[in-house]
């Protein structure tokens, strides 16, 4: 007899002696259940044959215990240093903005709830890579000196086959470090920008002179004076032109967004008046009130510094496409931004293959000095993210080249040492 079959056999066995010691009604049913459902078991065993291959895409047949034992490790001091580093960073702060905070009367649960529980996120992701480096660096080193690592590679283990927790523990990283800057610490750094103007005197910009932009083919807006506080604006007008020439102009004392509309870009003008071009003649017709749809927001008119981490990824791809098309000026640092999120989750994935590759060999006196060069190498790819943002937002450098110059320069890094790693 096959296994299969026996096994079969003996698992039908173990059924029959589970209902022998149940009522004789539910025996029947069972015996009535096998013998007619034949077809059915038939059918569900050709079935699992036919989609045998998706076992292929389980991503749990690829790991093993010792991959298990790696990631556990890799999280497990990720997280340690974040709540490490944070704390510290925590403490500083407080020490620094405690005199702000009761000079202005901030109350305690604002503090916590508004400023530090957005605070600790916003950080932590900021500087993640930098945690991932740390992380990879102490353990890693802690495993070489314990000589776990000669141990793997002698079993059998070659370096590359050894890098693969590591990477699944990027991976992981990476994902949630992506998800939570696009989506989830935009909403809380609104809250957070908004403590600051009230509690931190950091004012944010509430008014613009002279604006101007394109709404819409052929339609440009201006405005004299905009107060973003009362999403008012004064000395308005619009033009409209048709093939250069100029075929309606309207202007108004006010116009006032409507915040409480359903839908979006609804504006009050007062004191209106429309001049409407038809060759050499014109006509004009004027009014006290009106409502008009304009495709502008408050957001579109007033820059406040930061505003670009304000807006989920959607928000900012849709923000971006839209002051393209008008034309406008300052859409670099959102495109820097918008940009800065996608590379920064794979800095992970760099890093980490540099400080694995720095850390995997025991060495006489420990971690320390492996650990100053991870620091020095975080620090640089930080220091020079921000360089290549300053020089996108002020020398012309292309957005997408100054969020990605940083991840080109390191891999470079990482080849290196991962070629001159044991193998």
Known sequence: MEYKELRRHYQRYRVLRWLDRHPAWLHRLAHWLYDHTGWLRKRGMALASELGFLKVLNPFKYIKRLDWYIIKKFIGTYIFSIVLIISLAVVFDVNENLSKFTSYHAPLHAIIFDYYLNFIPYFSNLFSALFVFIAVIFFTSKLAGNSEIIAMLAAGVSFKRLMRPYMISCVLIAMVS???????????????????????????????????????????????????????????????????????????????????????????????????????????????????????????????????????????????????????????????????????????????????????????????????????????????????????????????????VPNILFAVVAYFCYRQAPN
């Open 178 to 404: 992506y998800y939570l800057s696009a989506y989830v610490i935009p909403h809380g750094t609104v809250v957070r920008q908004n403590f600051e103007a009230l509690y931190r005197n950091n004012q944010k910009s509430t008014s613009a002179e002279n604006v101007q932009l394109q709404v819409g083919p052929g339609i440009i807006a201006y405005i004299q004076h905009y107060d973003n506080n009362l999403k008012k604006g004064y000395g308005f007008s619009l033009d409209k032109f048709e093939n250069k020439k100029l075929i309606s102009h309207m202007t108004a004392m006010e116009i006032q967004y409507d915040t409480i509309s359903d839908s979006k870009y609804h504006w009050n003008a007062r004191q209106w008046k429309i001049r409407q071009l038809k060759g050499l003649k014109e006509h004009i017709t004027s009014g006290a009130r009106m409502d008009t749809l304009i495709q502008m927001e408050p957001t579109d008119l007033v820059y406040s510094k930061g505003q670009q981490e304000t807006f989920t990824s959607p928000e900012l791809h849709e923000y971006i496409s839209k002051q393209i098309d008008r034309g406008s000026s300052n859409v670099v640092q959102y495109q820097v931004e918008y940009h800065k999120r996608i590379a920064s989750s794979f800095a992970s994935f760099i890093l980490t293959i540099i400080g694995f590759s720095l850390s995997s060999r025991k060495r006489k006196g420990g971690m320390g000095l492996y650990l100053g060069i991870g620091l020095v190498l975080s620090f640089a790819y930080i220091m020079l993210q921000t360089v290549s943002a300053t020089f996108a937002i002020n020398a012309g450098f292309p957005p997408i080249l100054a969020a990605w």
